[in-house]
């Protein structure tokens, strides 16, 4: 943070040099004689005011938001709108306050003026791409040093525009990129930045086996996000080089215009995908912009992403609580984190602690919490019964108790679609505490309320507990992939939509907060939904990736299905029946219902009975509250119930192009 302030006080200094050499400069070209001494002798006057106006106007301009190394054409045209803005300032002074009807001539005049403009332009964005082009010189030197593994990139123009600027920038190292591979017929015999378009995806072994001979042997595949999509055909693109024995790495990237690319290995899972519900960035960078947030579970595969899309979008603040040290320690040192402008700091406590929670919030005084800390895993909880509850229901508790004491603007609870007509202790548990959220958030009032409301996950690619590395290695061992019921389905999402949801909720319902103050409680929005397409046998999933690794189902690899563990039913649903469904304007992939909770005397007593059921290890007594508070509830119904999915999005999707996973919240 000191680094990021020291390096802004460098260029507005340099730009209030630069408008004061501007002036003078104007002076010394335009004027000689008494003309220029008598205006030099002004300088002491008109300097200060005008170069505190201007520091004004670059800021308005956002002159300082971007690094000099990234300097482009939107930055130069930043700095053609603020020169324009002096120079008209300057001109409307001179013929209002200086003209020669007042004082006998004019200061500036119209061709001091224009000239001033030109010299601004320059001085400002001089130095600038002279900067750049610094930096990119030494980095192609850099590069070139470094490159020691020939590559060939895969995707269309665009994507690999900005692949090749990451690898000059130093973001993506040790490329030596030697050719490129396009969709696009238009594109081959192009050059970008130097690198040859060698022809399209189905050519892949012809270049391959041409670099070869021409000395420059390939050792490694780079897709793009265009290389993966549906039309691109990927599942044909990995089997290729997987026969070529190349490896094949994908782009990642948190930044705009990968400024922070990674490259990730191709994953399975990365082609298990529908096409990803596209986010409103410019809105979460508004919502989020020098924010303090608070993140429990933050260690976790949801929380972590939270903190990294947190600081992202441009959070001041982070406080990561974790129960577990080396979740915590992974969390802090994960370059995102380490890389950070905002304030990242971690705090080993357990959600279970209530005083812990108000200390930690109060001190750190939170704009948002995001809620993530919970036991997932269904077979456990079925099990252990009494800790689901400590931590799923009085975690939440503590946590939604010191959210609304520290003033938070609102408090994100991550709840899972088991919830819904629950059959589990990881469902009635999470249903419970929305609940609690629910009626809590019903007593908020006054100009600021915190709003206490909860999103609820489908099955969550790649985060912990996913049925996908499972089965990854089951087909390493070479079998069998288990099953747990031929018809079971899920709805999934990747951890990236999983986590812009959490954003984009809170965005909602913080601004619905706002903008509806006096509206009642039972008319906003208090439970959130990605729409996940429809969902998908994970029978068929199993099938999918067993093709993906080169074998076939039922030949080389044999599916076997084990039977339903408890607490696991066919399908899942997203909202109950009695919740009526909230219309989220101008939010696309995301739908809402409005609160369905008990009255908070009949809640508190639900929630002492709930203690003492816990303290004498009652399970009889922690279900009957359980059944009283959720008429749907139906742990003790072990038949899977024949739940039919409620199908989300468009309904023409193929369910070849949609994977799910198991029991995540």
């Known amino acids: 943070?000191?680094?990021?302030?020291?390096?802004?006080?460098?260029m507005v200094v340099h730009d209030l040099v630069a408008t004061a050499a501007a002036v003078i400069l104007t002076f010394v070209f335009r004027f000689q004689g008494d003309q220029l001494a008598e205006r030099m002798h002004a300088l002491p006057w008109l300097l200060p005011p005008l170069l505190a106006f201007a520091g004004i106007v670059y800021g308005w301009f956002k002159l300082y938001r971007t690094k000099w190394r990234f300097a482009s054409l939107p930055d130069l045209a930043g700095i053609v709108r603020a020169?324009?803005?002096?120079?008209?300032?300057?001109l409307v002074l001179d013929y209002v306050l200086v003209s020669e009807n007042l004082y006998g001539f004019y200061f500036f005049g119209k061709i001091a003026i224009i000239l001033y403009w030109m010299l601004q332009v320059f001085l400002l964005g001089g130095p600038r791409l002279a900067f750049r082009y610094l930096k990119y010189a030494r980095s192609r030197q850099t590069q070139a040093r470094g490159a020691t593994t020939p590559t060939l990139l895969l995707g269309r123009g665009a994507d690999i525009e900005t692949v090749l600027r990451a690898i000059e920038s130093g973001s993506v190292r040790r490329l030596s990129p030697k050719g490129i591979l396009s969709p696009r017929a238009d594109e081959a015999g192009q050059m970008m930045r130097g690198v040859p378009v060698l022809g399209g995806f189905k050519d892949l072994e012809r270049v391959i086996a041409d670099l070869a001979n021409r000395g420059m042997p390939v050792r490694r595949l780079v897709a793009t996000p265009s290389a993966l999509a549906p039309e691109a055909e990927p599942d044909d693109l990995i089997a290729r080089a997987r026969r070529l024995g190349l490896p094949l790495a994908r782009v990642t990237s948190l930044g705009e215009g990968m400024r922070d690319a990674e490259l990730a290995p191709l994953e399975i899972e990365?082609?298990?995908l529908r096409p990803t519900v596209a986010i409103d960035r410019p809105r979460l960078e508004k919502f989020l912009s020098g924010a303090r947030v608070v993140v429990t579970g933050g260690g976790g595969s949801i929380g972590s992403e939270i903190c990294a899309r947190a600081v992202a979008f441009g959070a001041s603040a982070v406080l990561v609580i974790e129960n577990s040290e080396p979740a915590l320690h992974g969390i802090l040192n994960h370059p995102p984190i380490l890389n950070a402008d905002a304030?990242?700091?971690?705090?080993l406590a357990d959600i279970r602690d209530r005083e812990r929670m108000h200390a930690l919030l109060a001190e750190f005084k939170p704009t948002y919490v995001f809620h993530a800390a919970a036991l997932k895993q269904v077979p456990y909880l079925e099990r252990d019964w009494?800790?689901?509850i400590k931590t799923n229901v009085f975690g939440s508790i503590n946590v939604a108790d010191a959210t609304v004491a520290a003033g938070a603007r609102a408090l994100v609870m991550i709840s899972t679609d088991k919830a819904i007509e629950p059959v589990s202790q990881l469902g009635v548990t999470k249903r419970f505490a929305e609940m609690v959220a629910q009626a809590l958030d019903a007593e908020q009032a006054g100009p600021e309320p915190t709003r206490l409301i909860a999103v609820?996950?489908?099955n969550v690619l790649g985060s912990a507990g996913s049925v996908v590395p499972v089965f990854k290695a089951q087909i390493a061992r070479g079998g069998p992939v288990t099953v747990t019921h031929a018809e079971m389905v899920r709805y999934f999402m990747t951890v990236r939509e999983a986590c812009d949801l959490v954003l984009t909720a809170a965005s909602h319902a913080d601004g619905e907060a706002r903008t509806i103050r006096d509206a009642a409680s039972d008319q906003r929005a208090a439970v959130y939904v990605l729409k996940m397409g429809q969902p998908v046998k994970i029978r068929e999933l199993a099938e999918r990736m067993i093709r993906l690794a080169g074998f076939e189902p039922g030949e080389d690899i044999e599916i076997a299905?084990?039977?339903?563990?408890?607490?696991?039913?066919?399908?899942?649903i997203l909202f109950a029946k009695e919740e009526p469904r909230v219309s989220l304007a101008g939010i696309d992939g995301v739908m809402a219902a409005k609160p369905v909770f008990a009255d908070r005397p009949v809640l508190e007593g639900w929630i002492l009975r709930l203690r003492a059921a816990v303290a004498s290890g009652d399970r009889k007594a922690a279900e009957t509250v359980f059944e009283e508070a959720i008429p749907d509830f139906r742990l003790r119904d072990r038949k899977i119930p024949n739940a039919d999915p409620e199908p989300i999005g468009p309904p023409a999707m193929e369910a070849s192009a949609l994977e799910p996973q198991p029991s995540t919240a």
């Open 270 to 272: 990365d082609l298990l």
């Open 561 to 572: 299905v084990t039977g339903a563990r408890p607490g696991e039913r066919l399908g899942e």
């Open 386 to 388: 009494v800790e689901g």
């Open 343 to 347: 304030v990242v700091t971690g705090a």
């Open 456 to 458: 609820r996950f489908g």
């Open 1 to 10: 943070m000191q680094q990021r302030i020291l390096k802004t006080a460098v």
């Open 83 to 90: 020169a324009s803005v002096l120079a008209l300032t300057l």
